[in-house]
């Protein structure tokens, strides 16, 4: 069992930054692939980053590739999103996930946050 709690979201101008904390409860933490999604209103939750339990391999969604950095703590079973240089269709709620798989697939993912709200303005 994981229980995961986002933190760090917010209101940023466009070109911020924001770092995104997903704090985990659990011993197996560091076996688990982390993934980090977002869900803007009226559409459907999108892949943005995932990371191994290693935290030698990660993927990007290719629209936040050069701007987004995921990354990982396993002693602090932690794992973070620094975005940079924040655009406006970044807006949407974060949600971090833990699964088996190293996967873009949100089905795949076996648990989940709550979530944390970002908004980029023009």
């Known amino acids: 069992q994981v229980q995961l709690v986002e933190s760090g979201g917010g209101l940023v101008q466009a070109g911020g930054s924001l770092r995104l904390s997903c704090a985990a409860s659990g011993r197996t933490f560091s076996r688990y692939t982390m993934g980090w999604f977002r869900q803007a209103p009226g559409k459907e939750r999108e892949f943005v980053a995932a990371i191994t339990w290693s935290g030698r391999t990660t993927s990007y969604v290719d629209s936040v590739k050069g701007r987004f950095t995921i990354s990982r703590d396993n002693a602090k079973n932690a794992v973070y999103l620094q975005m940079n240089s924040l655009k406006p269709e970044d807006t949407a709620v974060y949600y971090c996930?833990?699964?088996?798989?190293?996967?873009?697939?949100?089905?795949?993912?076996?648990?989940w946050g709550q979530g944390t709200q970002v908004t980029v303005s023009s």
């Open positions: 996930g833990a699964g088996q798989k190293f996967t873009t697939d949100p089905g795949e993912y076996d648990y």
